[in-house]
């Protein structure tokens, strides 16, 4: 069986642009944590791309089942990738939300006829607008954090302060902390206003939840807290597994009951949520519907290989019990 990866940042599909060194850190750890899991799989092959400015790092596990192809051009990515979506029995693809980018990968695999491990279109398109995603969260009942468009002419409906955001952003790019309307009004001119949405900010513990997902079942894996940066700026400094019994039922819980209101999941999907003083405080933050840095982590102390049991939930077969290791890991 041959295997497909394909992470955006690393892969090639900056290859035309600048590679910033935190996104590239952040991708390279991912695609290592999945290649070297889905290489203990037995009876499998892994193909995949690197981005040509890479080729003296570190990132590709020693394997003679693993083949990489290194890529100069944006041509040369897109070119690569429909023949390994083509020739592969399964892939994956991780790649941000931003400018539809995990989207238009996403399609394009689908119109080549590839077995993509990931949630349909239409979910996909749903989970990555966080002004749609909060709405329909909000008529099903389930508790998130509100959003609104940006709006330079009218104050947010919410009390200050507030966190705008691009409406489409993947982590915490362009994310911030915003105390006046002055402040929303800078940061709409230095973007498309549309783009942007503005919420109101909650204090709370930031944590996520990772899941192993089908159309009929959704299987979390072991909650997380989040270190964000302090300075207003959001900025995502790894995580820290696991939460204490309480935070961690009550975010699977929650992070649950947000899914359970999608169709068509597939694959790796990331729930971020903040957790108040009690259940009753608790909010959804966003959903990613792709494989999220937790996964770095969560791997660690996972006693069973988490990438075979996401190939094999998407082949409709059984997984084992997932167990967890004791100890604490940060990363």
């Not at 498309?192 to 204090?203: A, M, R």
Request: with cysteine.
């Amino acid at each position: 069986m041959q295997i497909f990866v394909y992470e955006h940042v690393t892969g090639g599909g900056l290859a035309s642009q600048p590679l910033p060194d935190s996104l590239a850190q952040e991708g390279g750890a991912m695609l290592r944590a999945l290649l070297e899991d889905l290489l203990r799989v037995p009876g499998v092959n892994v193909v995949t791309m690197l981005d040509d400015r890479l080729s003296g790092g570190k990132l590709l596990p020693t394997s003679n089942a693993l083949t990489c192809t290194f890529v100069a051009t944006q041509e040369e990515a897109n070119l690569k990738f429909d023949e390994e979506i083509v020739g592969s029995n399964h892939a994956f693809v991780v790649a941000p939300e931003s400018d539809s980018t995990l989207l238009n990968w996403i399609n394009r695999a689908n119109h080549l006829g590839g077995a993509v491990v990931a949630s349909s279109p239409a979910t996909i398109d749903l989970t990555s607008d966080k002004l749609k995603l909060a709405t329909h969260l909000q008529q099903h009942g389930v508790p998130c954090v509100p959003s609104a468009p940006c709006s330079l002419a009218n104050a947010p409906p919410f009390p200050p302060p507030w966190v705008t955001k691009p409406r489409d952003g993947a982590g915490s790019t362009a994310t911030r902390l915003v105390a006046n309307s002055a402040d929303i009004a800078a940061h709409a001119n230095t973007t498309d206003e549309q783009k942007i949405i503005v919420t109101p900010y909650v204090e709370g513990v930031a944590c996520s939840v990772l899941f192993l997902a089908t159309p009929k079942r959704l299987v979390p894996l072991l909650p997380g807290a989040q270190e964000i940066a302090a300075d207003g700026s959001f900025r995502y400094l790894g995580g820290r597994l696991p939460l204490s019994d309480n935070l961690a039922h009550r975010s699977a819980e929650l992070a649950t009951r947000a899914l359970s209101t999608i169709s068509d999941l597939k694959g790796f999907i990331g729930v971020d949520l903040i957790l108040g003083e009690t259940s009753d405080d608790d909010r959804v933050v966003e959903i990613n519907p792709r494989l999220t840095t937790s996964y770095v982590g969560l791997r660690r102390l996972s006693r069973v290989n988490l990438a075979e049991c996401a190939l094999r939930l998407a082949q409709n077969e059984s997984i084992e019990e997932l167990t967890w290791r004791s100890g604490e890991v940060h990363f």
